[in-house]
Nanobody
Framework: QVQLVESGGGLVQAGGSLRLSCAAS????????MGWFRQAPGKEREFVAG????????VYEDSVKGRFTISRDNGKNTVYLQMNSLKPEDTAVYYC??????????????????????WGQGTQVTVSS
């Protein structure tokens, strides 16, 4: 069972930047797709960004394209979300998630939350206007 721990959230002014990190506890991290999701108060959890096992494929939700960058370091069992040009509407709890299928089992739809089997506890990001 993969365990995920997010960090890096906080309070930032609009236009600022934050870098979220998600540390995974098991060696199988390097074969798993990873994703970032977020949930704002009163809203459904939504996809933000996803990355395949080796970083060769990345996808983003439209509203964050060009502002957020997902990356991973398999040597450190960590996935990152660099967030630039933050807006008040980015305020949410951000969760990282590990895909259910390692790459050698099959392709993962990185946008689909049902493809992810393990979730972190979340980190709060608040953007003030």
């Amino acid at each position: 069972q993969v365990q995920l721990v997010e960090s890096g959230g906080g309070l930032v002014q609009a236009g600022g930047s934050l870098r979220l990190s998600c540390a995974a506890s098991v060696r199988t991290f390097s074969t798993s797709p990873m994703g970032w999701f977020r949930q704002a108060p009163g809203k459904e959890r939504e996809f933000v960004a996803g990355i395949n096992w080796n970083g060769g494929d990345m996808v983003y939700e439209d509203s964050v394209k060009g502002r957020f960058t997902i990356s991973r370091d398999n040597g450190k069992n960590t996935v990152y979300l660099q967030m630039n040009s933050l807006k008040p509407e980015d305020t949410a709890v951000y969760y990282c998630a590990a895909g259910k299928k390692p790459f050698y089992i099959g392709r993962t739809d990185l946008r689909d939350p049902s493809e992810y089997g393990t979730w972190g506890q979340g980190t709060q990001v608040t953007v003030s206007s």
